[in-house]
């Protein structure tokens, strides 16, 4: 850990209450892109290299998982040419990234259902998810075509199959099976969500996931949302009491 990172939290202590899992909802590029006249795709592509620093950010400070709300279920309704941007910059993305994360130790994990993103897009994740596997200084979730609605009924079909062939007793399932059955059963749950751009709602994301999760909203629009930004969000999540329901 260097001085400059311990500069930017009250003090070394505090580095022991880090959350070892962040998910941050990255709201806010097209409405930062309109403030400043330009095009929401601008918008969208400062996001992108704010979400590179970000999980840089993770790294350098030793929280273990960052995920990323990317792309909903529900973002296909958006302009048609925004849609396709976002397609081509996702794979554009990988291909120019994936060295140096991979270089960095970022395992690279995508969640959601693929099967309907462009063949090529689909191809670069496979590539990057296979070529990053063994790394473990971060693990990075980015949640595409995601929606967490669906994924629980996608778990539910897949263990009342099971049921069905005889291989798992409806006697034994418990919140830990239901939690195998996600995308994200490789991950813990988070510990801290961030929302920017001030939206009070979780928008279909990790509904299941973040039963438990201490949420910090911000009015910063998402490609704003600098190190210094991410640092109130650790403060703030620093001075929260979890009880997990218990007291304590």
């Given at each position: 850990m260097t001085a400059q990172l311990l500069s930017t939290l009250p003090n070394k202590t505090e580095l022991k209450i880090l959350p070892r899992h962040v998910a941050v909802i990255m709201d806010g590029n097209g409405r930062w892109a309109k403030a400043k006249g330009l095009p929401r795709i601008e918008g969208h592509r400062r996001g992108a290299n704010t979400l590179k620093e970000t999980l840089r950010y993770c790294k350098d400070l030793g929280i273990e998982t960052l995920t990323?709300?990317?792309?909903?279920?529900?973002?296909?309704?958006?302009?048609?040419?925004?849609?396709?941007?976002?397609?081509?910059?996702?794979?554009?993305?990988?291909?120019?990234?994936?060295?140096?994360?991979?270089?960095?130790?970022?395992?690279?994990?995508?969640?959601?259902?693929?099967?309907?993103?462009?063949?090529?897009?689909?191809?670069?994740?496979?590539?990057?998810?296979?070529?990053?596997?063994n790394n473990n200084n971060v693990h990075f979730n980015v949640a595409i075509n995601y929606g967490s609605r669906h994924e629980m009924?996608?778990?539910?079909?897949?263990?009342?199959?099971?049921?069905?062939?005889?291989?798992l007793d409806p006697e034994t399932i418990d919140e830990d099976t239901i939690s195998n059955y996600l995308y994200t059963a490789a991950s813990p749950d988070p510990d801290l969500?961030?929302?920017?751009?001030?939206?009070?709602?979780?928008?279909?994301?990790?509904?299941w996931q973040l039963a438990y999760t201490e949420i910090y909203?911000?009015?910063?629009?998402?490609?704003?949302?600098?190190?210094?930004?991410?640092?109130?969000?650790?403060?703030?999540?620093?001075?929260?009491?979890?009880?997990?329901?218990?007291?304590?």
């Amino acid at each position: 850990m260097t001085a400059q990172l311990l500069s930017t939290l009250p003090n070394k202590t505090e580095l022991k209450i880090l959350p070892r899992h962040v998910a941050v909802i990255m709201d806010g590029n097209g409405r930062w892109a309109k403030a400043k006249g330009l095009p929401r795709i601008e918008g969208h592509r400062r996001g992108a290299n704010t979400l590179k620093e970000t999980l840089r950010y993770c790294k350098d400070l030793g929280i273990e998982t960052l995920t990323a709300y990317a792309f909903s279920t529900e973002n296909w309704g958006r302009p048609h040419t925004e849609v396709s941007f976002l397609m081509a910059l996702f794979e554009k993305l990988l291909r120019k990234e994936l060295k140096e994360m991979h270089q960095e130790g970022v395992r690279i994990n995508f969640i959601g259902d693929l099967t309907i993103l462009p063949q090529s897009l689909q191809r670069e994740m496979q590539h990057s998810m296979e070529v990053t596997k063994n790394n473990n200084n971060v693990h990075f979730n980015v949640a595409i075509n995601y929606g967490s609605r669906h994924e629980m009924v996608k778990a539910c079909r897949a263990i009342s199959e099971k049921v069905r062939q005889g291989k798992l007793d409806p006697e034994t399932i418990d919140e830990d099976t239901i939690s195998n059955y996600l995308y994200t059963a490789a991950s813990p749950d988070p510990d801290l969500l961030i929302r920017t751009s001030g939206e009070m709602r979780l928008s279909n994301f990790l509904l299941w996931q973040l039963a438990y999760t201490e949420i910090y909203v911000t009015d910063i629009f998402w490609p704003d949302f600098d190190r210094q930004q991410f640092d109130r969000a650790l403060r703030a999540y620093q001075k929260r009491d979890r009880r997990y329901g218990k007291v304590l």
